[in-house]
């Protein structure tokens, strides 16, 4: 098997409701997502002879996909009462909006996700909350 690995990182706030304890206020990170890609074959013909994918084109999705979450509020849909979203929305915060709770656990998945629809062979995503703390998903 040939994996390749990537990351790209974004700054973003969060909070969990309903946790009991210090994550459950308005905080932010800076979240590192780390990307594996890979094939048990490498292409046999063409531009791309001897990858599993074009690094360049791996590292492009993996920037763009944290550049769609960077510097954003992300929070779980229905957690904020609608008049806070409104009154942050005429602030000119920029929002997001997940259907899940917005946890390193949860971001894998959805990252995951997101880069197999792009046609990325993902392997493994892995979601750092901080230098120490990562969660992973993959299948
Ligand atoms: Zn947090």
């Given amino acids: ?37 890979g094939a048990e074959t490498l292409q046999s013909s063409g531009e791309k002879r001897g990858m599993v994918i074009d690094f360049g084109d791996l590292k492009k999705a993996v920037r763009s996909l944290a550049e769609s979450y ?12 609608p008049e806070t979203v409104q009154a942050l929305l005429s602030e000119q915060f920029r929002l997001i909006a997940v259907p ?11 990252f995951y996700e997101i880069l197999e629809k792009q046609q990325i062979p993902v392997q493994r995503v892995t979601v750092y909350e901080t230098p120490e703390n990562c969660a992973s998903y993959e299948v």
């Fill in 100 to 110: 899940y709770r917005p946890t390193a656990e949860n971001f894998a998945k959805a």
């Fill in 70 to 81: 960077d510097h954003a509020l992300i929070y779980e849909e229905g957690s904020l009462r």
């Fill in 1 to 37: 098997m040939y994996q390749l690995k990537t990351s790209a990182a974004f700054d973003s706030a969060h909070f969990l409701a309903g946790y009991l304890g210090k994550c459950a206020n308005l905080h932010g990170h800076r979240w590192v997502i780390e990307v594996a890609a």
